[in-house]
C-alpha cells in the first residue's frame, strides 16, 4: 500500500492518498511493458524514407572502358552501387512499421505502468487542476512548486480540459492527457507523474472495471 501526499497548487501538502499498487495489476510484466512500448515507438515511425537504385540516378549508361587489356577489373556502368555517385545497392523504400498487440495486452500494460510508477514513488497527486483560462505561466509556477522545474513531466487529467492542455503545450517538458488517451509509453517516459484527484480516482475506477 502506497500512502502519497497530495498537493495543492502552491506546493503544500494537503493531505494523503492511499492506493494500492496492485489495484492496477499483482504483478510487473516488464517483457509486456517492452513489447508494448516498442510497439508504440514503432507506430510513431513515419517511413518515408527513399533512396535512388541504380536505375534511378543520374548518369551515362555507356560501358565506362573496353573489357579487355586495361589491367582493370571489368566494369559495365559508372552507376553501380560499388562506385561514387552510383545507386544504393540495397535502396530504402518507404514502409509502415506500424502494428498492433492485443487489445487486453495493450490495457494491462498501460495498468502494469500506472502500478510501476506507483512502486517507484514517481507519482504526485494533485488535489485540482484548472484555469478560467489559459495561463502557461501559472502552469509553470505550478510545476515550479511542485518541484518539478525543468523535468519531464506527465500531467494526467479526468477528462480532456482545453484551458489545461493549452495552459501546458508551450512547456517542452511536459504534456498533458485525460485518464482515457494514457499509455505504456506515455507513462513511463517522463521523469514524473502527476495526477490530479480526480485522475486517480478515476484510473481505479477504469481498472477495477477490467
Avoid: C
Avoid at 516488464?30 to 515511425?45: E, F, G, S
Amino acid at each position: 500500500m502506497a500512502n502519497l501526499p497530495i498537493f495543492d497548487r502552491t506546493g503544500a501538502e494537503v493531505g494523503r492518498y492511499d492506493v494500492d499498487p496492485a489495484e492496477f495489476a499483482e504483478t510487473i510484466n516488464k517483457q509486456l511493458l517492452h513489447d508494448a512500448v516498442v510497439m508504440y515507438q514503432a507506430n510513431k515511425r513515419q517511413g518515408t524514407f527513399r533512396s535512388k537504385n541504380r536505375s534511378e540516378v543520374a548518369g551515362t549508361t555507356k560501358k565506362m572502358y573496353r573489357q579487355k587489356g586495361t589491367g582493370n577489373a571489368r566494369a559495365g556502368s559508372r552507376r553501380s552501387g560499388v562506385r561514387r555517385g552510383g545507386g544504393h545497392i540495397f535502396a530504402k523504400r518507404p514502409r509502415d512499421f506500424s502494428y498492433r498487440l492485443n487489445k487486453k495486452a495493450v490495457r494491462k500494460a498501460t495498468r502494469m505502468a500506472v502500478a510501476s510508477r506507483i512502486q517507484d514513488d514517481e507519482v504526485l497527486i494533485l488535489d485540482e487542476l484548472s484555469f478560467p483560462e489559459p495561463k502557461t505561466s501559472d502552469m509553470a509556477s505550478i510545476m515550479k512548486a511542485l518541484g518539478l522545474e525543468g523535468q519531464t513531466a506527465l500531467v494526467a487529467t479526468e477528462g480532456y480540459d482545453v484551458n489545461v492542455y493549452k495552459s501546458a503545450r508551450n512547456i517542452g517538458s511536459l504534456t498533458v492527457s485525460p485518464v482515457s488517451d494514457l499509455n505504456a509509453l506515455m507513462l513511463l517516459t517522463p521523469r514524473r507523474v502527476v495526477l490530479t484527484k480526480a485522475a486517480a480516482d478515476a484510473l481505479r475506477e477504469r481498472a477495477k472495471a477490467s
